[in-house]
């Protein structure tokens, strides 16, 4: 019902959202909350739907990418690892391809490769960008993304395989639903696999088009707007400081 409630508020035109906005504030305020990362869809407006269109090939973009911005499915940007925050190239889970079915296995080998903090992934994603280790043949090709659900769009339990929740609150942030995830040997289509920059046949052979750093990007990305948003925080705490010390005394007037 909620995921219905979010969904009523993103039209398909620009236009149509500032007409409904100019009439009601408080939705325009809950909106800009929720795409600023505070609400269940900030994260999936930003990183998700980024990662979907920057690193899919046209055929997946076209699968994929209507169903993120009509928010049929919500997402999540499955990266950071309990042990392993922005060392990437460190990152433990495992999606080894299994060439007998097509399929690709995603795991969770240790307890450090457990994802953690990513947001909106502890109570409201539907699907997960997976950034994992590519396994082919025992050959390591490094880390590629995935895309995974990890729960129903019947009943949101979780898939087969799948253990995730939220960590906890979150000093000065507690809207925001950070979450953990691990994989059980989670079977996916070999076509889930983002394949623009790295692409896998069926037959396990790897190709490289273009430069794979620009998987990087979504997390350069994000951090950007972490920036640019800072002032959003900063503001209401100055405006306490100054307020403060306008009024503030601290020591007696002497008199003449």
Same mark, same amino acid.
């Given at each position: 019902m909620w995921m219905k409630k979010v969904n009523h508020m993103y039209f398909k035109s620009k236009e149509s959202r500032e007409m409904y906005f100019h009439?009601?504030? %408080?939705?325009?305020? =809950? +909106?800009?909350?929720?795409?600023?990362?505070?609400?269940?869809?900030?994260l999936h407006q930003t990183m998700f739907n980024q990662s979907v269109e920057q690193f899919s090939t046209e055929e997946q973009k076209k699968h994929w990418l209507p169903k993120a911005l009509n928010l049929d499915i919500l997402g999540c940007y499955a990266q950071t690892e309990l042990g392993h925050g922005s060392n990437v190239a460190s990152l433990e889970t495992?999606?080894?391809?299994?060439?007998?079915? #097509?399929? =690709?296995? $995603?795991? !969770?080998?240790? *307890?450090?490769?457990t994802k953690f903090w990513p947001g909106d992934m502890g109570r409201y994603c539907s699907h997960a960008l997976v950034m994992a280790r590519l396994i082919i043949d025992d050959n390591d090709y490094g880390v590629a993304? =995935? &895309?995974v659900q990890i729960r129903?769009? /019947?009943?949101?339990k979780w898939q087969k395989g799948i253990k995730c929740g939220d *960590? @906890?609150? /979150? =000093?000065?942030?507690?809207? /925001?639903?950070? @979450? +953990? &995830? %691990?994989?059980?040997?989670?079977? *996916?289509p070999r076509d889930n696999m &983002?394949?623009?920059? *790295? !692409?896998?046949? /069926? #037959? @396990?052979?790897?190709? $490289?088009q273009g430069d794979v750093r620009v998987l990087y990007s979504t997390m350069i990305m994000i951090r950007t707007i972490i920036i640019a948003n800072s002032k959003m925080t900063l503001a209401p705490a100055l405006t306490i400081a100054l307020r403060y010390s306008a009024v503030r005394r601290q020591f007696r007037n002497i008199s003449g």
């Open positions: 009439k009601r504030p %408080t939705v325009y305020g =809950f +909106w800009m909350h929720s795409y600023h990362g505070q609400g269940p869809t900030g495992t999606a080894t391809l299994d060439k007998k079915t #097509d399929e =690709f296995v $995603i795991h !969770s080998p240790t *307890i450090t490769s993304p =995935f &895309l129903s769009l /019947k009943d949101h *960590i @906890g609150p /979150k =000093f000065g942030y507690h809207g /925001k639903d950070n @979450g +953990w &995830l %691990t994989f059980d040997h989670v079977r *996916i &983002l394949q623009k920059f *790295i !692409s896998v046949a /069926k #037959d @396990g052979e790897v190709g $490289i």
